[in-house]
């Protein structure tokens, strides 16, 4: 597996990471323990060293099984998590975003338990907490960061004045936004722009769109009782059908490529930059390992033409998640009171 760097951070992982929050929820039924450790371990036997978790999946599920899997090889990996919801401990209720420094340590404290280690390497702000000045959570991050209790600083959806403004207090050294062919809105909101200009990595999740892309799903009635995207407006039955467009392009590509849709997606992510580390997840050992070929596929100019061409001329239908998730992607932090 080749690596890449996030940014100028020096932080180096696998081309290709392994998102997990799918072990723990959201598609349906979870994996079992005992398999959600076997699949981890499978993705480090095949070159990945990089995994991305957070406290809110499950909640903490994930994180334990996440720890388990990676104990006995902790110093070849690079384990992400995220804070900022306010999880009940006992009746795991998420009762809604928080970025309070009190709030920040109390679940990175946790973290380190759930994952077994004693530094975070890379610990996102998984949402911008309309109620807390960025500035705030950055310095509590940083405090953290000079105790040894994390290693590096990242945030996921920010509004790009956010993003700056935290980055002004520590360095963030990655940006982990919805990207992909059918989700395109980083490349015009600014946030690669941003990423560019002040050297930040940038780790794109659902890179598949939720498992879209791989041809996989061509009707509602395939998602089962329990799986998220149930509820979200581009896999209503009509949005579908309209969006299938995009895998028919995809598929003239990989059969030129002697490929699977799944894996032309993933390349044309990985040649967008040289800092971007999708990480798409899944809970089948088959389909992680159809995900990590695309590594090894190169795009031509003339391919990433003819992608680009072909995408142009299709509109995606319905909104990548239901009104009150869409509420917290993009905004800003409110600025910080004068001392």
Not at 41 to 66: H, K, N, Q
Not at 89 to 108: D, F, L, M, Y
Not at 120 to 128: E, F, P
Not at 174 to 191: F, K, M
Request: charged content about 25%; some cysteine; hydrophobic content about 40%.
């Amino acid at each position: 597996m080749q690596t890449r760097e996030l940014g100028r951070s020096g932080l180096k992982v696998s081309a290709i990471g392994l998102g997990c929050m799918g072990i723990s929820q959201s598609y349906g039924t979870p994996l079992s323990r005992e398999d959600g450790v076997r699949l981890i371990r499978d993705a480090v036997d095949r070159g990945v060293t990089f995994f991305d978790t957070a406290e809110v999946y499950g909640p903490f599920t994930s994180e334990e099984v996440v720890g388990e899997a990676l104990r006995p090889v902790r110093e070849r990996v690079v384990i992400a998590t995220k804070f900022g919801f306010d999880i009940d401990p006992e009746t795991r209720e998420n009762r809604g975003v928080t970025s309070r420094p009190e709030h920040i340590r109390q679940a990175v404290e946790g973290s380190l338990k759930r994952l077994g280690i004693e530094t975070i390497d890379l610990l996102y702000q998984h949402r911008v907490d309309p109620g807390v000045p960025i500035e705030d959570v950055a310095g509590a991050v940083r405090d953290l960061i000079g105790e040894g209790k994390v290693k590096h600083f990242g945030m996921s959806e920010p509004g790009v004045q956010t993003l700056r403004r935290a980055h002004a207090v520590h360095k963030v050294t990655a940006v982990q936004n919805e990207y992909s062919l059918w989700w395109r809105a980083p490349e015009t909101n600014g946030i690669l722009d941003t990423c560019d200009e002040l050297g930040i990595g940038f780790v794109p999740y659902s890179p598949l769109g939720r498992g879209f892309l791989t041809g996989a799903i061509t009707n509602a009635a395939q998602l089962g009782e329990g799986d998220f995207r149930r509820s979200s407006p581009r896999f209503a039955p009509e949005a579908m059908e309209k969006n299938l467009a995009f895998v028919d392009l995809l598929k003239r590509v990989a059969a030129e490529k002697n490929a699977t849709p799944a894996q032309i997606a993933l390349a044309w992510l990985l040649a967008q930059r040289p800092y971007t580390v999708p990480i798409p997840g899944t809970t089948k050992l088959h389909r992680f390992e159809e995900n990590i070929g695309a590594a090894s596929i190169q795009l031509t100019d003339a391919d990433l033409r003819e992608i680009d061409e072909g995408a142009a001329r299709i509109r995606p239908e319905g909104e990548r998640y239901a009104p009150a998730q869409m509420a917290m992607v993009g905004r800003e932090a409110p600025e910080k009171a004068d001392a």
